[in-house]
Nanobody
Framework: QVQLVESGGGLVQPGGSLRLSCVGS????????MSWYRQVPGKERELVAT????????NYADSVKDRFSMSRDNAKNTVLLQMNSLKPEDTAVYYC???????????WGQGTQVTVSS
């Protein structure tokens, strides 16, 4: 059974930091590109960051560049999203995503809420 389980969300004040974690199971984690997306009610899901399967390349949305940092540990089937200098507009449900273009499969986590508010 494939699972992606996110954790680390919560309420933080503007300027604060949070670290999101996503643990995968039930699939060959090291073969998948991993991404973080976020979604606000009434809006489309937005790509935040992507890291390639071996971790050699990371891309960020312009809105989070220089504030967010994504990493992965294939030995632990884990990806992290370190979020610094958080802004109210970062408030969203954050989703972990796994994608393999080799087998054309995509998996989603259940999401974790991040709220940035004073």
């Amino acid at each position: 059974q494939v699972q992606l389980v996110e954790s680390g969300g919560g309420l933080v004040q503007p300027g604060g930091s949070l670290r999101l974690s996503c643990v995968g199971s039930g699939f060959i984690f090291r073969n998948y590109d991993m991404s973080w997306y976020r979604q606000v009610p009434g809006k489309e899901r937005e790509l935040v960051a992507t890291i390639t399967s071996a971790g050699g390349r990371i891309n960020y949305a312009d809105s989070v560049k220089d504030r967010f940092s994504m990493s992965r540990d294939n030995a632990k089937n884990t990806v992290l999203l370190q979020m610094n200098s958080l802004k109210p507009e970062d408030t969203a449900v954050y989703y972990c995503n796994a994608y393999s273009d080799v087998v054309d499969l995509i998996y989603w986590g259940q999401g974790t809420q991040v709220t940035v508010s004073s």
